[in-house]
C-alpha cells in the first residue's frame, strides 16, 4: 500500500527506541493542518505507535491494537499478530487504509492490511510518503554516527521534510 500524506520513523538504537512523526495533514495536494499528532502512546505509555493513512482508519486501528495489548497483558508481539489476522481476515477491517508502526522495549513493527507483521532486521522501520527517505538516513546516521535514536530520528526526519512535499518539520518523537 502507498501512503501519502505523513512520514513516520521509528529507530532502534543504543538501548533506545524512537518513534518520529511529522504533522502534516493533506487533502490531495491541499495541506489542510500543519500539527497532528500521528505518534502516540498505548498501554500504559509502555508501546508507542505511528500512524499513515487514512485517520479514521488509523484511530479504528490503533483502538483494535490498543484492545489487543489488554487482552494479551502489553504483549506487543502477540497482540500485533491478533491484530493483523483480524485485519486481514474481517469484511470491514480489510477495507481500512492504514499502516501502523508499534514498539516497545523490545520489538519493533511495522503492521499492516495485508496480514503483515514485520520486524525490522536493523531496528528501522519507516512508512508514509517519506519513509524512504527517512529510512534512509536514518541507515545511514545508525551506521555513520555517534547520534542515540532520538537525534537520529530528528535528523532524518529534517532530511525527509526537505524532500517529501507531503511531509512537514513539526517533529514529534516519542520514546523508551
Known amino acids: ?55 479514521a482508519d488509523a484511530f479504528t486501528l490503533l483502538d483494535l491494537l490498543e484492545q489487543k495489548l489488554e487482552q494479551y497483558n502489553g504483549n506487543l508481539m502477540r497482540a500485533a499478530v491478533e491484530l493483523a489476522k ?12 492504514a499502516m501502523l508502526v508499534a514498539v516497545d522495549k523490545e520489538y519493533s513493527l511495522l503492521l499492516t492490511g495485508t496480514g503483515d507483521v514485520i520486524e525490522a532486521d536493523n531496528g528501522v522501520l519507516a512508512i508514509g510518503s517519506g519513509g524512504s527517505y527517512a529510512q534512509a538516513a536514518a541507515l545511514a546516521l545508525v551506521e555513520n554516527s555517534d547520534l542515540d535514536a532520538e ?26
Open 151 to 176: 537525534a537520529i530520528c530528528r535528523s532524518s526526519m529534517t532530511i525527509a521534510a526537505d524532500i517529501c512535499v507531503f511531509t512537514n518539520h513539526s517533529i514529534v518523537i516519542e520514546k523508551i
Open 86 to 97: 483480524e485485519w486481514r481476515t474481517d469484511k470491514m477491517l480489510r477495507r481500512l487504509e
Open 1 to 55: 500500500m502507498k501512503v501519502r500524506s505523513t512520514t513516520i520513523l521509528a529507530v532502534r538504537h543504543k538501548d533506545c527506541v524512537a518513534v518520529a512523526g511529522d504533522g502534516q495533514v493533506s487533502l490531495g495536494n491541499t495541506v489542510m493542518k500543519h500539527q497532528a499528532r500521528k505518534v502516540r502512546r498505548l498501554y500504559h505509555g509502555q508501546v508507542i505507535t505511528g500512524f499513515a493513512g487514512a485517520t
